[in-house]
């Protein structure tokens, strides 16, 4: 496009029914997506070919379709790798991941801790309904326990991921959470995620209306959202409520929920967010904060700058390269010993 | 020093160095067959190594062995059984005393052969030549341990060390009895140990000392010289191995394509090799990345291919089973894409250091759905290259994935290879859609290949979408219409069957017609070669039909096949060729011949075989 092209999300929708439920909360987030792409081809001045969006399976991962930007509908579990072997094959693209909560952390879990482990410079929205949508309503990794889905019928017997925590685990360098409601802000985290070198994570607790529907209602709905949830940014103070009269502090070695104004706690003791500090300690915490003991945190809870997997493979061989003796196939099938027979 | 021996003349000797896991057996055994190879020789060889790194030592489980074949002629196998075994344990002799030509010469370390050294390797008298029932083998009984601490006592080199070079002493022992060169054994020290002169000198002296012992000791009354040959092509030599050679095939392709190389993969014996020669190679642009597991080994390459790299993965067998999936997203996303299997033991985990040819129905059929797929083989260590630049070439210009079938023998077996120049290898031109092109359709076709076309990320107005969902026939959406996925399963399958209109005819070692037609595949070729030879030389009208294209098969093979009266398969499986075959070619009668004990073929079971088809046995 012309250098100086204003993109909006028109030049983003592909001319494919978009086939997901009425009222699920995927419609949302593609309008997140959309909205968040011209803005990220502002600000770093990507032309729309440069993104590609990569999927698993599952109805979150259908997701490509309805872009008008490349992208690679995969198998279930493997969009993580696929998207690595495409931003290896060519660090220019900008490359997004689309996976739900089965296809990334069930099938696809041990691709997902280890992309985040290399931090290669992908970004991943992760569609986290608790439930495995396309297959019609099995209980998946991060359904809470004792959930009724068709699969565990007396309830799930057994501990949900917290995918925070299990991004961290893995060394994870950003991770921010939003909810398929709030479209400003996935806007927002999206933006932030791409200028991020490295792999991002973006959880999106998202509404599945027939298989699981509510099942982030009680922090989602919109008269108790201000008052269950925190929207944390980098730099600002960690406040909540309806009246933004609550604030976190660290107590010990834990948070702890404090009344402004109240107990002798000022502004004052409410605790900065340092989304760029190396420890993970208080992201940690952060991520793990569930309703009703804490609100949930939205926003970007850590965004750490560190060597890209990308971008050391790259340097790699350019700095072999440099001083490299075999330049061309032939150079190499001479190398070593060899001998002439006259 | 020989002067009062007899040298004699031979065409053709084989020689197998056995020892502990720890005793650096597949270097000696390498350090021969290069040293043969340097002397003008052809030669030919099979390391046999446990899958145990360090199994118990002097255990018959912990043996190594290497064996080498040389020739004045082209010999194509490492031979069936040796003339000369060198066994540095007891063990090594227990494990390996079969594998000697009755007769035959066994030189043994006699240190090792104490009361412990007998026990651990289960003899259970002290009289293991008896045991064995060696009495007619020429047995020297040398005491190579304590002749090594001998020569270099005063080398400065503490016990440890010292011991460690008793392998030269006794290739040096081998190097006078086959009348071998020294001095290409003497450089290649001095490259390996550039910055420890002291153990440079030692092994030259305990290789020369090993030397003039055999010159000295009455037990080796003949030495033996194997003449150079003067029928090998000129041109200039080196030695390779079919996973290197396999791993460069791939960057010639890379590089005759002018796309990068990209290799995702996870290790797995017998195909590490190929993911370590290209992790070497930076230096010409090569990108590899050692995956999770095989999944993301394939589905990483499944992205670089996507974003317009050369990608491949390799892998063996259980690698290859877990790739299934994406193998089928491959050929439903018609990117181009090479599988390397190098093929061992199975099922299972099965025998994971041994060969076997068991994966022909895996790479066919081992995939969910119709999913028709590119299958080649190559057939001996050197031409890995030319099948792997040919996989390539396939895969990029018909847009599908290829299989490239090798195995344990030809992987880690090595032969001299005349190096070739890359500039008589063909250009590879895929079809890549230039940047720009107006309505670019994904599934839109060239009529000659019945390829797709090839649109990078990155490149203006070639935005599309491909996925593992049935796609429309030309635009590429998603379609679940009944009538398109017949059309588009046809038309994958005719993609790969055209295949057969740029591959060379089938050719035939022997006669155009005649009694006996044996067939194989792979890696069975210098066995099978040699054993038609040999049979041929004894007056039978026997004929060698050799593939290397399975999928699809060579045009003229019913022709060939037709002027036979007997058809032999041959292979190192229960019979997955030969009934490819039977349902290819099912008018003509297949005989069998089939071996699973992860071992190649032996020549003289091949011609007994042979005759016994002829004879209608
Ligand atoms: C190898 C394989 N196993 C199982 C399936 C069936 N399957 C498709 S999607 C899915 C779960 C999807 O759940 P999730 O990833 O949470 O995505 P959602 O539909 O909820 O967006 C399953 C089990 C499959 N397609 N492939
Ligand atoms: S099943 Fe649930 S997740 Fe899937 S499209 Fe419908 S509402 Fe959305
Ligand atoms: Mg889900």
């Keep these: 496009m012309a250098e100086n092209y204003k993109y909006t999300p028109q030049d983003f929708k592909s001319d494919q029914e978009v086939k997901w439920c009425p009222g699920c909360g995927d419609h949302a987030i593609l309008s997140a997506v959309q909205r968040a792409l011209p803005e990220v081809s502002n600000a770093l001045n990507y032309d729309i070919e440069r993104y590609v969006f990569v999927s698993g399976i599952g109805c979150s991962s259908r997701f490509p379709y309805y872009m008008k930007t490349f992208g690679f509908h995969g198998i279930h579990g493997r969009a993580s790798a696929i998207a690595t072997g495409v931003k290896v094959a060519n660090p220019k693209l900008s490359v997004w991941q689309i996976t739900g909560d089965g296809d990334a952390l069930a099938i696809g879990g041990n691709h997902f801790i280890h992309a985040i482990r290399r931090n290669i410079d992908i970004n991943i929205l992760l569609f986290n309904n608790e439930i495995y949508g396309l297959t019609k309503g099995q209980y998946s990794p991060t359904s809470k326990l004792g959930a009724i889905t068709k699969t565990s019928p007396f309830g799930t017997v057994e501990h949900p991921f917290r995918p925070g925590e299990l991004v961290i685990g893995a060394q994870g360098k950003f991770f921010a959470r939003s909810i398929d409601v709030d479209v400003k802000l996935t806007t927002e985290i999206m933006v932030e995620a791409a200028k991020h070198d490295g792999t991002s994570v973006i959880e999106i607790l998202q509404n599945c209306v027939i298989y699981n529907d509510k099942t982030h209602s009680a922090i989602t709905d919109k008269e108790n959202r201000e008052d269950r949830t925190i929207v944390i940014r980098h730099g600002e103070k960690m406040v909540f409520g309806k009246n933004r009269d609550k604030g976190l502090i660290l107590s010990g070695i834990s948070l702890k929920v404090v009344t402004i104004g109240e107990g002798g706690f000022s502004m004052d003791d409410i605790l900065t967010h340092d989304a760029f500090a190396p420890n993970p300690g208080v992201h940690m915490m952060l991520a793990n904060m569930e309703y009703p003991e804490y609100p949930v945190a939205l926003g970007v809870i850590r965004n750490v700058k560190d060597s890209t997997y990308d971008d050391n493979v790259r340097d790699q061989v350019l700095d072999v390269m440099k001083t490299a003796k075999i330049k061309s196939v032939d150079d190499l099938l001479h190398s070593g010993e060899t001998w002439e027979v006259k | 020093m020989s002067k009062q021996k007899q040298v004699l003349e031979l065409d053709h000797v084989v020689v197998r160095f056995s020892g502990d896991s720890g005793d ?67 063990a090594a002799l227990r494990a390996n005393a079969k594998w000697v030509k009755a007769g035959g010469m066994i030189i043994v370390d006699a240190d090792t052969f104490n009361e412990k050294g007998l026990q651990r390797a289960g003899f259970k008298t002290d009289n293991p030549i008896e045991e064995l029932k060696l009495e007619d083998y020429k047995v020297i009984f040398a005491d190579i341990t304590n002749l090594t601490k001998e020569s270099l006592k005063d080398s400065g080199l503490d016990m440890k060390s010292i011991v460690r070079c008793k392998n030269m002493f006794a290739l040096g022992m081998v190097y006078y009895i086959f009348d071998r060169p020294l001095n290409y054994t003497e450089h290649y020290y001095e490259v390996k140990f550039k910055k420890k002169p002291e153990v440079i000198e030692a092994n030259k002296k305990v290789l020369k000392d090993g030397y003039n012992y055999a010159g000295n000791i009455q037990a080796i009354a003949n030495t033996y010289t194997i003449p150079s040959s003067t029928t090998i092509p000129k041109g200039t030599y080196r030695n390779v191995n079919g996973n290197t050679a396999t791993a460069w095939g791939f960057i010639a392709a890379s590089e005759k394509s002018g796309l990068p190389l990209f290799c995702g993969s996870y290790p797995i014996t017998p195909a590490t090799e190929v993911l370590i020669e290209l992790a070497k190679r930076k230096d010409l642009g090569v990108k590899t990345l ?48 090479v599988i390397v299997n190098v093929q061992r033991g199975g099922p299972s985990t099965g025998l994971p250091t041994k060969t076997e040819q068991s994966d022909l129905f895996q790479a066919l059929y081992g995939r969910n759905g119709e999913c028709p797929m590119v299958v080649i083989a190559a057939s001996t260590p050197s031409n890995c290259f030319d099948f792997a630049f040919t996989a390539g070439k396939i895969a990029m210009e018909h847009m599908t994935p290829v299989v490239l079938l090798t195995d344990g023998y030809i992987a880690n077996g090595t032969e001299p290879w005349k190096i070739p120049s890359m500039k008589d290898f063909p250009a590879i031109n895929p079809p890549i859609v230039p940047e720009g092109t107006e309505g670019y359709m994904p599934y839109a076709r060239d009529e000659k290949r019945l390829a797709r076309s090839w649109a990078f990320p990155g490149k203006k107005g070639l935005e599309h979408r491909v996925g593992g969902l049935e796609k429309d026939f030309i635009k590429g959406s998603v379609s679940h219409d009944p009538i398109n996925h017949q059309k588009m399963t046809d038309i994958r399958a005719a993609k790969v069957e055209r295949v057969k209109e740029f591959i060379p005819e089938q050719d035939v070692f022997g006669d155009k017609e005649g009694d006996l037609l044996v067939i194989g595949w792979g890696g ?44 032999l398969v041959c292979e190192l499986n229960m019979g997955q060729f030969a009934n490819y075959l039977r349902m290819n070619f099912q008018e003509f009668n297949y005989n069998q011949f089939n071996k699973v004990q992860g071992l190649p073929f032996t020549v003289v079971e091949l011609v007994d075989k042979f005759n016994k088809v002829l004879e209608g046995k």
């Design chain 2, 24 to 90: 650096g057996m597949q270097l000696t055994g390498t350090l021969f067959s290069d040293a043969s190879a340097l002397f003008g020789n052809s030669v030919c060889t099979f390391p046999d190594y446990p899958s145990e790194i360090r199994a118990p030592q002097g255990t018959v489980s912990g043996v190594s062995g290497f064996q080498v074949s040389i020739g004045t002629k082209k010999v194509n196998t490492p031979g069936d059984y040796c003339d000369v075994l060198i066994a540095m344990n007891p």
């Design chain 2, 290 to 337: 050692q995956a999770e597991d095989e999944i993301a080994g394939i589905c990483t390459s499944i992205g670089a291919a996507y974003a317009g790299n050369f990608a491949v993965t390799s892998t063996s067998g259980p690698g290859l089973s877990l790739k299934s999936e994406a193998m089928g997203l491959a050929v439903m996303t018609e990117l181009p894409l």
């Design chain 2, 524 to 567: 069975t070729y210098g066995h099978l070669l040699t054993a038609v030879q040999k049979i041929r030389e004894e007056g039978k009208s026997v004929s060698l039909c050799h593939f290397n294209y399975i999928n699809p098969l060579p045009k003229n093979v019913k022709e060939i096949f037709g002027h036979y009266k007997k058809i």
